[in-house]
């Protein structure tokens, strides 16, 4: 059974910091590119940033500069460092694995539940 298992939202004032941490099991972490998503209310669920399996990552333009992806292949984990903060950054944040198809096996994506982040002072 795959679990992708996010953590290290909550509360946090404006200019704070914050890292997520997406703990995953069940799939072969090391071929999935691992994303971050996030949604605010009302509002469509958005990319905010990716990193391959070779480790080239990509960002949204309202977090370039703040916000750091990173994973670690022999923990199964994938992290989102989050530094000054802004308030429209408050949304819920969810976790990502996907593998595009290849001539032998289906595309794979799968989600975590989602962890809060709150910007506010």
């Known amino acids: 059974q795959v679990q992708l298992v996010e953590s290290g939202g909550g509360l946090v004032h404006p200019g704070g910091s914050l890292r997520l941490s997406c703990a995953a099991s069940?799939?072969?972490?090391?071929?999935?590119?691992m994303g971050w998503y996030r949604q605010a209310p009302g509002k469509q669920r958005e990319l905010v940033a990716t990193v391959t399996t070779a480790g080239s990552t990509n960002y949204a333009d309202s977090v370039k500069g703040r916000f750091t992806i990173s994973r670690d292949n022999a923990k199964n984990t994938s992290y989102l460092q989050m530094n000054i903060l802004k308030p429209e950054d408050t949304a819920v944040y969810y976790c990502n694995a996907e593998r595009l198809a290849t001539p032998y096996s289906p595309r794979r994506d799968y989600w975590g539940q989602g962890t809060q982040v709150t910007v506010s002072s």
């Open positions: 069940g799939i072969a972490f090391s071929i999935y590119t």
